[in-house]
């Protein structure tokens, strides 16, 4: 898979960007600050799903006559 040339400048601009590598340390300083709990892990997820439109699938539960580990 080639990346258009366009899209390499972009990427380009947007890894030069004062702002972008800012952010970026921020995230990294957050990361190793602290753990997630579980219920704040869950709580991201789903807030970041809405954010980029995902749509949640029908639940479907797990149904087997045979169901070892």
Known sequence: MTIPEAVKRELLAAAASADLR???A???AGRAARTLTPD???RFVTEYNAFIDHQLKPFRPMVDDDMRL
């Open 22 to 24: 800012r952010d970026m």
């Open 26 to 28: 921020l995230v990294r």
């Open 40 to 42: 704040e892990y869950v």
